[in-house]
């Protein structure tokens, strides 16, 4: 205790240089660990509101202004844990005003103060911040593609976000997560439910955390991550090797629904070299992607000799080395079926 203290000035440059619109998802997931069965978001140019409607409204009037203070670190199923989000958006106001139950706490250049209310539900974030009409813009974009959860009602600008169509649901995904043990916080194994959505008209496949986008992807769909998604400072992104793994999870489900156009995508390709996929799912994928009979390029006489024998032969530069590797695994090499077929 007492070891620190905080630059206002320093936090609030920092908090400033975040994008507006992830700093409004940090209320709006705020409102939805708290249960609340309706959230509305409403932007203009000299600032923003959030409202909710959750029961409790914000318990403990220190989750307002204690930087790292947060009352849902033990459970990997809520969105936040870092104690960060609403404070940053706050720290990136000129003024800020949050009303919740009982409690309506002010900031602005006098400093912070506290005051009772009559408020009896929910809680209403009032932010002064002025912002250019491209940066709404892009603001109310990213907040319209989170996925509400069924029965929650969120609204940007006085339209609803319509909750996409789900394509599938993936239970019990072994992935990495976020779970804090004896005041420790580390990276654990646990099954997590993956879901698969439709992305709305003009919407780019997201890869999300219980609704919250995270991070655009080449995947055509979002997927929905049902707990805590370990990210990288400043929170914009996951790790590389666990989109992968999520991807992986994906390709492993959906490849006896895909086309080949579809197989033939950088994101298949990128698992596939990259990822131990399993060989079952390395077999439909060449029966889908190359006709029968392939063989993989080797010698230029072996190559020749194949094609005579009937063979498709797969030019290596067709594919990235890792991609080659793993299709050894299932296809054999030109030479290797040329010196078969002589044997035979």
Known sequence: RSWFEISDDGWSRLSASRP???????????????????????????????????????????????????????????????????????????????????????????????????????????????????????AEARVRTIIPPAGVTARVGGRPI??????????????????????????????????????????????????????????????????????????????????LAVKAALLDAMVHRLDRRDLRADWVQDVIARWPVRSTLLDAYVSKVFPRGSVLGGGSRANDRARQLGAHVVDPGAVSHGAWMALGRVLETADDFVRRRAHE
Not at 202 to 210: F, K, R, T
Request: with cysteine; aromatic share 4%.
């Open 162 to 243: 319509r909750r996409p169509r789900l394509v599938l649901s993936l239970p019990g995904t072994d992935l990495e997560t976020v779970v804090v043990e004896a005041g420790v916080e580390r990276a654990a194994m646990r099954a997590a439910r993956l879901d698969v959505f439709a992305p709305r008209r003009g919407e780019q496949g997201h890869l999300m955390e219980m609704g919250i986008p995270i991070e655009p992807w080449n995947v055509p769909w979002h997927c929905d991550v049902d707990q805590r998604v370990p990210l990288g400072e400043g929170r914009a992104s996951a790790p590389e090797r666990y989109v």
């Open 20 to 138: 507006l619109g992830r700093l409004l998802l940090e209320p709006v997931q705020n409102a939805l660990d708290a249960g609340a069965s309706s959230v509305t978001v409403e932007l203009d140019e000299n600032g923003l509101v959030v409202e909710d409607d959750a029961e409790a409204g914000i318990a403990d009037e220190r989750l307002v202004y204690t930087l790292f203070l947060s009352d849902k670190p033990l459970d990997p199923t809520r969105r936040g844990r870092m104690g960060r989000g609403l404070k940053e958006l706050l720290a990136a106001a000129e003024r800020a005003t949050v009303h919740t139950m009982g409690s309506t706490i002010t900031f602005d250049e006098g400093g912070r103060r506290r005051e009772s209310n009559t408020r009896t539900r929910g809680t209403r974030i009032e932010v002064q911040r002025r912002s250019s009409p491209e940066e709404r813009a892009s």
